[in-house]
T-cell receptor, first 112, second 114 residues
Framework: EAQVTQNPRYLITVTGKKLTVTCSQN?????MSWYRQDPGLGLRQIYY???????DKGDVPEGYKVSRKEKRNFPLILESPSPNQTSLYFC???????????FGSGTQLSVL | DQQVKQNSPSLSVQEGRISILNCDYT??????FLWYKKYPAEGPTFLIS?????DKNEDGRFTVFLNKSAKHLSLHIVPSQPGDSAVYFC?????????????FGTGTRLQVTL
């Protein structure tokens, strides 16, 4: 089954404790991206990757890192999480470019 | 600066009637528009799209209309069904083919009642 898999689905952590949210797609997609969803703000792009080893900042990259060492995986790293990073995070991929994205089921992160 | 706006946070429609969801944008460089549908505890799923060279695109019960001069698009669902109850996001991109991101609206929650 074609899918984008994120883990974990739910995560509660404390300020400053490094964490990684994993994202994997099995569709051989070139493009991958991370979004966060916040009430009243819609979905905002954090980082994206057009291909392996090619990543770039989206609209809200502060406090996040990503890597794209292989085509299928695009982890999101929070080196020192803060409470303002409490949000619902989505990983997405597409064959080429950002238009028809396939989204994962989301990761609900709470930073205390 | 919200470049894509959905001014109605929620909409309630009776089953069988038409649902009309609206979206406005400010960036005249946008040339490709999409609608995504999101159920609770799931990620958004692509619904329908339209290029700026068209003013209408239809797919079954779903039709998207684009008015470039007004910088406005709308999604029509006819007839509405209870399974259509979800949050709908409109999104836009520019320079199709070389675009790097979608810009999303804030979403409209549609409830289809029996």
């Amino acid at each position: 089954e074609a899918q984008v898999t994120q883990n974990p689905r739910y995560l509660i952590t404390v300020t400053g404790k490094k964490l990684t949210v994993t994202c994997s797609q099995n569709m051989n997609h070139e493009y991958m991206s991370w979004y966060r969803q916040d009430p009243g703000l819609g979905l905002r792009q954090i980082y994206y990757s057009m291909n392996v080893e090619v990543t770039d900042k989206g609209d809200v990259p502060e406090g996040y890192k990503v890597s794209r060492k292989e085509k299928r995986n695009f982890p999101l790293i929070l080196e020192s999480p803060s409470p303002n990073q409490t949000s619902l995070y989505f990983c997405a991929s597409s064959r080429q470019g950002p238009e028809k994205l396939f989204f994962g089921s989301g990761t609900q992160l709470s930073v205390l | 600066d919200q470049q894509v706006k959905q001014n109605s946070p929620s909409l309630s429609v009776q089953e069988g009637r038409i649902s009309i969801l609206n979206c406005d944008y400010t960036n005249s460089m946008f040339d490709y528009f999409l609608w995504y549908k999101k159920y609770p505890a799931e990620g958004p799923t692509f619904l329908i799209s339209i290029s700026s060279i068209k003013d209408k695109n239809e797919d079954g019960r779903f039709t998207v209309f684009l008015n470039k001069s007004a910088k406005h698009l709308s999604l029509h669902i006819v007839p509405s069904q209870p399974g259509d109850s979800a949050v709908y996001f409109c999104a836009a991109s520019r320079n199709t083919g070389t675009a790097s991101k979608l810009t999303f609206g804030t979403g409209t929650r549609l409830q289809v009642t029996l």
